[in-house]
């Protein structure tokens, strides 16, 4: 019993450890040295995002942390996207790309004044983030551009303040509102299935891609999309849900004149903002990447409409 209490112990110790190592850290002896040295980037707040899609007709690609960190060259990132150094190039062209139909969006945290929007734990994890990649942020962002907010997908679980959450789901149902949608999604993702995200749009067609790894059949993909949608059509609205894969998806679609907005993880994050989860957990029915569990039971979620709108499969 002595032995496998100071197991026990031990491994209780090596895991704050850890936790200290890649948060505490560069929180404490960091952070207070570059907080005011990135504030020089731009960023707009999750609200003002999506309105330029309603209102200016603009099309959105994010980069997150995992987008990042592949950028980066580390090898560690979403555990559904490998790595690849084609995979990196791309998305560093992503960041760099420059079209008035695209806005380029970061996560908002590299604008510090944004953090106070988010929850504590939140905080910790983007200042860390901007402390890693510090020296990456410096030479590839452009402080004459003005990002939009990458993390307008995750607007409830680390925003602290609910009226926020609110407001960035009702500004989505305006963006949607009257639009024929192309929803280019994982095969588990089910977006807006089982709850009134897309109720207001005029029409809805899925495109399923695979779940794992979905960047190493972009160019499958992107034949498939554009022999359904060859020329563009104004009242067409594409929203990709597709990891890092949904990045390269988005330039090549705007290249062609289609306007679209990465969404990512939205519709999970209302799914936590309609039951005020606190903690992330599995929907049914629906794959939810980062809570491990194995996906729960398809029976509480009625897929008849859904079938019903799957437009071709890349599986």
Known sequence: MAETSTLF??????????????????????????????????????????RQVKDNGISIVRLGDGEFSYMRGNKHGPSYQPYSDELKNSLLNVLHKRDSRLLISVPRAIQPVHLKSMTKRAQNHWKAFLCINYKFL?????????????????????????????????????????RNLVIIEGEKTRLGIGNDLLESSASIHRILCPAQNSFERINEILNTVFSLYPTPNKRELFLIALGPAAKTITLELVAKGHQVLDIGHFDIEYEWFITRADKKTKIPGKAVSEVKEPLKNNNQLDLTKYTSQIQAKIL
């Open 9 to 50: 112990e031990l491994e209780v110790v090596m895991g704050f450890l850890r936790k200290f190592i890649k948060v505490y850290f560069w929180i404490i002896f960091v952070w207070p040295f570059i907080k005011n040295k990135i504030n020089r980037f731009k960023v707009m707040s999750p609200v003002e995002t999506l």
């Open 138 to 178: 410096l030479n590839h962002l452009d402080s004459s551009y003005v990002y939009g907010d990458g993390l307008v997908s995750r607007p409830y679980m680390d925003t602290k303040d609910i009226d926020l959450c609110n407001s960035v789901f009702q500004e989505f149902k305006r963006v949607v509102q009257d």
